[in-house]
């Protein structure tokens, strides 16, 4: 029996990027960091995974940790590879661009009451709809444009989740 009837259950969430080391991680660490502020760390499950696996076991990248350090938020994630498991398990899966939201469709058809399926900026009040470019390639200013949006958009999702459960 839930020891708390009448609270919500846990909201379980998975941020999704290509290579787990820099947006996802990034969102993970901010929206995990905006629920804590919040008191609500017991009324979320929140993890990152890639669409690839090549850095598997891998801290976040230095240059995504250094732009959310200088937020005051600490990265945490070891880069894990999505399963479809997760879109079984995950209330929410939330890709960072079009690319991995139509790998995350495709692994979803064969799942049964599967995750619901959105693009991070969907939630993003300065542009909806679009994609978190991969900043992986840039330099630190594509870094910190990453986490600005990524900020933005993880406070509405927030938002979004918490008026759907109040
Ligand atoms: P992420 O960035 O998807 O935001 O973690 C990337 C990290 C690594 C690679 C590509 C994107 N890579 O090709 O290794």
């Not at 969102?27 to 502020?37: L, N, P, Q, S, T």
């Not at 079009?98 to 939630?123: I, S, T």
Request: hydrophobic content about 40%.
């Amino acid at each position: 029996m839930d020891a708390e009837p009448n609270r919500p259950s846990r909201t379980s969430i998975l941020f999704v990027c290509l290579g787990n080391i820099c947006r996802s991680p990034l969102a993970e660490g901010i929206f995990r960091d905006r629920v804590a502020k919040r008191g609500l760390t017991d009324r979320f499950e929140i993890d990152s995974a890639g669409t690839g696996g090549w850095h598997v076991g891998e801290p976040a990248d230095a240059r995504a940790a250094m732009v959310a350090e200088s937020h005051g938020v600490t990265l945490e994630s070891r880069a894990r590879q999505v399963t479809e498991d997760d879109l079984a398990r995950y209330d929410y899966v939330i890709a960072m661009d079009r690319d991995n939201l139509a790998e995350l469709e495709r692994m979803a058809a064969g799942v049964e009451d599967a995750a619901e399926l959105h693009l991070l900026r969907e939630f993003d009040p300065a542009g909806t709809g679009e994609e978190v470019p991969d900043p992986y390639y840039g330099g630190a200013s594509g870094f910190e444009a990453v986490y600005d949006m990524v900020n933005r958009s993880c406070e509405a999702f927030l938002e979004h989740v918490l008026a759907r459960n109040a």
